[in-house]
Protein backbone atom coordinates (compact mmCIF):
# COMPACT_ATOMS: atom_id res chain seq x y z
CA UNK A 1 0.00 0.00 0.00
CA UNK A 2 0.92 3.65 -0.82
CA UNK A 3 1.33 5.95 2.26
CA UNK A 4 3.50 7.92 4.30
CA UNK A 5 5.41 6.38 7.18
CA UNK A 6 6.65 8.36 10.52
CA UNK A 7 8.97 7.01 13.16
CA UNK A 8 9.04 6.67 16.01
CA UNK A 9 5.17 7.05 16.69
CA UNK A 10 6.19 8.36 20.19
CA UNK A 11 10.04 10.04 21.21
CA UNK A 12 11.02 11.39 24.30
CA UNK A 13 14.52 13.45 24.47
CA UNK A 14 16.01 15.48 26.99
CA UNK A 15 16.87 19.50 26.90
CA UNK A 16 20.11 20.01 25.12
CA UNK A 17 20.10 17.13 23.00
CA UNK A 18 19.24 17.16 18.92
CA UNK A 19 16.30 14.63 17.87
CA UNK A 20 15.84 13.37 14.14
CA UNK A 21 12.55 12.94 12.85
CA UNK A 22 12.57 10.21 9.94
CA UNK A 23 9.50 10.67 6.92
CA UNK A 24 9.35 8.24 3.87
CA UNK A 25 6.86 7.84 1.26
CA UNK A 26 6.44 5.41 -1.35
CA UNK A 27 3.62 7.73 -3.11
CA UNK A 28 6.25 8.74 -6.00
CA UNK A 29 5.43 12.49 -5.10
CA UNK A 30 7.97 15.08 -5.46
CA UNK A 31 6.77 17.58 -2.98
CA UNK A 32 7.81 16.79 0.93
CA UNK A 33 6.46 19.14 3.84
CA UNK A 34 7.22 19.41 7.67
CA UNK A 35 3.94 21.23 9.89
CA UNK A 36 3.94 21.57 13.75
CA UNK A 37 0.89 20.68 15.55
CA UNK A 38 0.03 22.55 18.76
CA UNK A 39 -3.00 22.31 20.65
CA UNK A 40 -4.97 25.20 19.80
CA UNK A 41 -3.27 26.60 17.10
CA UNK A 42 -3.63 24.26 13.66
CA UNK A 43 -0.53 23.71 11.46
CA UNK A 44 2.07 25.41 11.04
CA UNK A 45 4.80 25.04 8.56
CA UNK A 46 8.35 24.39 9.06
CA UNK A 47 10.21 23.35 5.77
CA UNK A 48 9.23 22.04 1.98
CA UNK A 49 11.29 20.69 -0.50
CA UNK A 50 9.63 20.20 -3.94
CA UNK A 51 12.36 18.50 -5.22
CA UNK A 52 15.57 16.45 -4.19
CA UNK A 53 18.64 18.05 -2.94
CA UNK A 54 15.97 21.52 -2.54
CA UNK A 55 14.49 22.87 0.29
CA UNK A 56 13.05 25.78 1.67
CA UNK A 57 12.10 27.34 4.48
CA UNK A 58 8.64 27.81 6.18
CA UNK A 59 6.66 29.92 9.13
CA UNK A 60 8.75 28.14 11.55
CA UNK A 61 12.04 27.26 10.54
CA UNK A 62 14.40 28.34 13.71
CA UNK A 63 15.50 26.19 15.27
CA UNK A 64 15.13 23.08 12.84
CA UNK A 65 17.10 21.39 10.11
CA UNK A 66 16.07 19.24 7.00
CA UNK A 67 17.54 17.45 4.18
CA UNK A 68 16.39 15.84 1.21
CA UNK A 69 18.66 13.56 -0.47
CA UNK A 70 16.38 11.07 -1.71
CA UNK A 71 12.95 11.67 -3.57
CA UNK A 72 11.24 8.92 -0.71
CA UNK A 73 12.84 10.64 2.82
CA UNK A 74 12.45 14.06 4.46
CA UNK A 75 14.04 13.66 7.95
CA UNK A 76 13.69 16.75 10.07
CA UNK A 77 16.58 17.97 12.57
CA UNK A 78 15.04 19.53 15.97
CA UNK A 79 18.32 20.80 17.34
CA UNK A 80 18.47 22.43 20.60
CA UNK A 81 18.06 25.98 19.77
CA UNK A 82 14.43 25.29 19.01
CA UNK A 83 13.06 26.76 22.16
CA UNK A 84 9.63 24.90 22.83
CA UNK A 85 10.60 21.66 20.93
CA UNK A 86 7.71 19.50 22.55
CA UNK A 87 5.32 18.88 19.45
CA UNK A 88 3.00 16.64 17.41
CA UNK A 89 4.84 16.59 14.07
CA UNK A 90 3.09 16.00 11.04
CA UNK A 91 4.98 15.16 7.24
CA UNK A 92 2.95 15.53 4.46
CA UNK A 93 3.81 14.73 0.29
CA UNK A 94 1.75 15.78 -2.77
CA UNK A 95 2.35 15.84 -6.19
CA UNK A 96 4.83 18.08 -7.50
CA UNK A 97 4.56 19.73 -11.18
CA UNK A 98 2.68 23.54 -12.17
CA UNK A 99 -0.38 22.20 -12.32
CA UNK A 100 -2.22 19.95 -9.59
CA UNK A 101 -4.74 20.73 -6.92
CA UNK A 102 -1.67 20.59 -4.01
CA UNK A 103 -3.60 17.78 -1.95
CA UNK A 104 -1.38 16.87 0.51
CA UNK A 105 -1.41 13.43 2.23
CA UNK A 106 0.16 13.22 6.10
CA UNK A 107 1.50 10.49 7.89
CA UNK A 108 0.51 9.68 11.25
CA UNK A 109 2.73 12.14 13.07
CA UNK A 110 5.57 12.11 15.68
CA UNK A 111 4.71 12.93 19.18
CA UNK A 112 8.07 14.63 20.36
CA UNK A 113 8.48 15.46 24.33
CA UNK A 114 11.65 17.23 25.57
CA UNK A 115 11.91 17.41 29.23
CA UNK B 1 -0.98 37.02 2.20
CA UNK B 2 -3.81 34.10 2.92
CA UNK B 3 -5.40 33.28 6.16
CA UNK B 4 -7.87 30.94 7.11
CA UNK B 5 -10.21 31.69 10.28
CA UNK B 6 -12.25 28.73 11.74
CA UNK B 7 -15.02 29.79 13.90
CA UNK B 8 -15.41 27.71 16.85
CA UNK B 9 -12.88 25.69 18.31
CA UNK B 10 -15.70 23.14 19.75
CA UNK B 11 -19.17 22.29 18.17
CA UNK B 12 -21.29 20.08 20.13
CA UNK B 13 -24.11 18.24 18.37
CA UNK B 14 -26.49 15.74 19.10
CA UNK B 15 -26.27 12.10 16.97
CA UNK B 16 -28.91 12.80 14.35
CA UNK B 17 -28.26 16.64 13.83
CA UNK B 18 -27.00 19.13 11.18
CA UNK B 19 -23.58 19.45 11.42
CA UNK B 20 -21.82 23.05 10.56
CA UNK B 21 -18.22 23.71 11.05
CA UNK B 22 -17.63 27.45 9.55
CA UNK B 23 -14.69 28.82 7.36
CA UNK B 24 -13.59 31.79 6.07
CA UNK B 25 -10.28 32.48 4.18
CA UNK B 26 -8.83 35.46 2.70
CA UNK B 27 -6.97 35.24 -0.06
CA UNK B 28 -5.80 37.46 -3.49
CA UNK B 29 -6.41 34.74 -6.04
CA UNK B 30 -8.96 32.25 -6.73
CA UNK B 31 -7.80 29.85 -3.94
CA UNK B 32 -7.86 25.97 -3.49
CA UNK B 33 -9.64 25.14 -0.41
CA UNK B 34 -9.37 22.00 1.08
CA UNK B 35 -11.27 19.92 4.50
CA UNK B 36 -9.33 18.07 6.79
CA UNK B 37 -10.38 15.73 9.62
CA UNK B 38 -8.10 14.59 12.08
CA UNK B 39 -8.76 11.53 15.17
CA UNK B 40 -7.02 11.86 18.37
CA UNK B 41 -3.10 10.80 18.45
CA UNK B 42 -3.47 10.30 13.96
CA UNK B 43 -2.32 12.10 10.94
CA UNK B 44 -4.78 14.38 8.86
CA UNK B 45 -6.92 12.66 6.06
CA UNK B 46 -8.77 14.70 3.31
CA UNK B 47 -12.60 15.17 3.64
CA UNK B 48 -13.13 17.18 0.27
CA UNK B 49 -11.50 19.97 -1.83
CA UNK B 50 -12.71 22.97 -4.17
CA UNK B 51 -10.03 23.31 -7.04
CA UNK B 52 -12.37 24.66 -10.31
CA UNK B 53 -16.04 23.91 -11.34
CA UNK B 54 -18.91 23.30 -9.46
CA UNK B 55 -18.88 25.34 -5.97
CA UNK B 56 -20.97 22.70 -4.26
CA UNK B 57 -18.35 19.62 -3.13
CA UNK B 58 -19.22 16.37 -2.08
CA UNK B 59 -16.65 14.35 0.16
CA UNK B 60 -16.21 11.45 1.71
CA UNK B 61 -18.75 10.33 4.96
CA UNK B 62 -21.50 11.95 3.63
CA UNK B 63 -19.74 15.49 4.12
CA UNK B 64 -20.01 18.08 1.57
CA UNK B 65 -19.18 22.03 1.68
CA UNK B 66 -20.15 25.11 -0.51
CA UNK B 67 -17.11 27.03 -2.15
CA UNK B 68 -19.64 31.26 -2.15
CA UNK B 69 -16.68 33.72 -3.56
CA UNK B 70 -18.79 36.71 -2.68
CA UNK B 71 -18.70 35.44 1.35
CA UNK B 72 -14.96 33.88 1.30
CA UNK B 73 -16.65 30.99 2.73
CA UNK B 74 -16.25 27.52 2.18
CA UNK B 75 -18.52 25.58 5.35
CA UNK B 76 -18.74 22.16 5.97
CA UNK B 77 -21.93 20.33 6.55
CA UNK B 78 -23.59 16.99 7.13
CA UNK B 79 -27.51 16.70 7.32
CA UNK B 80 -26.92 13.84 10.09
CA UNK B 81 -23.90 13.54 12.75
CA UNK B 82 -22.74 10.26 13.75
CA UNK B 83 -20.61 9.44 16.96
CA UNK B 84 -17.78 8.55 14.55
CA UNK B 85 -17.59 11.61 13.43
CA UNK B 86 -16.24 13.03 16.84
CA UNK B 87 -12.75 14.87 15.71
CA UNK B 88 -11.19 17.65 15.08
CA UNK B 89 -11.48 19.40 11.36
CA UNK B 90 -9.21 21.73 9.68
CA UNK B 91 -9.74 23.88 6.76
CA UNK B 92 -7.29 24.85 4.65
CA UNK B 93 -6.21 27.26 1.50
CA UNK B 94 -3.73 26.95 -1.07
CA UNK B 95 -3.00 29.60 -3.27
CA UNK B 96 0.77 30.14 -3.64
CA UNK B 97 1.43 27.58 -6.75
CA UNK B 98 5.54 28.20 -6.24
CA UNK B 99 5.58 27.41 -2.25
CA UNK B 100 2.76 24.83 -3.18
CA UNK B 101 1.94 24.39 0.51
CA UNK B 102 -1.61 24.82 2.79
CA UNK B 103 -2.08 27.68 5.38
CA UNK B 104 -4.49 25.70 7.90
CA UNK B 105 -7.14 27.32 10.23
CA UNK B 106 -6.77 26.50 14.00
CA UNK B 107 -8.95 23.87 14.02
CA UNK B 108 -12.70 23.01 15.11
CA UNK B 109 -13.29 20.40 18.07
CA UNK B 110 -16.85 18.41 17.12
CA UNK B 111 -18.28 16.70 20.09
CA UNK B 112 -21.63 14.74 18.81
CA UNK B 113 -24.11 13.81 21.82
CA UNK B 114 -26.09 10.49 22.08
Known amino acids: DGGITQSPKYLFRKEGQNVTLSCEQNLNHDAMYWYRQDPGQGLRLIYY???????QKGDIAEGYSVSREKKESFPLTVTSAQKNPTAFYLC??????????????FGPGTRLTVT | AQSVTQLGSHVSVSEGALVLLRCNYS??????LFWYVQYPNQGLQLLLK??????LVKGINGFEAEFKKSETSFHLTKPSAHMSDAAEYFCAVSEDPGRRALTFGSGTRLQVQP
Open chain 1, 92 to 105: ASSRGGTGGTYEQY
Open chain 2, 27 to 32: SSVPPY
Open chain 1, 49 to 55: SQIVNDF
Open chain 2, 50 to 55: YTTGAT
